[in-house]
Nanobody, 115 residues
Framework: QVQLVESGGGLVQAGGSLRLSCIAS????????MGWYRQAPGKQRELVAI???????NYADSVRGRFTISRDSAKNTVYLQMNSLKHEDTAVYYC?????????WGQGTQVTVSS
């Protein structure tokens, strides 16, 4: 069973930075995609950024140029470096793993950006 554990959320002022981490454990295929989604109050969960083991990445338009996703595949860990944070980035951030046709989610970590 795959488990995902996120860390790194918190409270930051607008313009500041945070780095999220997600460590995956369990039955993980060498070929997989890990990424970050977020859900703000009253809104649907949305893609932030994903990265495949091939190196393919995809970003939401709203974060492109400010956020950077990276991963250490040997450690089954994905990171999200968030710079120039805005109030509208406030949300619960979830880690997601797609592997061998299965999808797993982390428990989420709160990111709050004060304006």
């Amino acid at each position: 069973q795959v488990q995902l554990v996120e860390s790194g959320g918190g409270l930051v002022q607008a313009g500041g930075s945070l780095r999220l981490s997600c460590i995956a454990s369990g039955g993980i295929s060498r070929v997989n995609t890990m990424g970050w989604y977020r859900q703000a109050p009253g809104k649907q969960r949305e893609l932030v950024a994903i990265m495949a083991t091939s190196g393919y990445t995809n970003y939401a338009d709203s974060v492109r140029g400010r956020f950077t996703i990276s991963r250490d595949s040997a450690k089954n860990t994905v990171y999200l470096q968030m710079n120039s944070l805005k109030h509208e980035d406030t949300a619960v951030y979830y880690c997601k793993l797609n592997t061998a046709g299965l999808t797993s989610w982390g428990q989420g970590t709160q990111v709050t950006v004060s304006s």
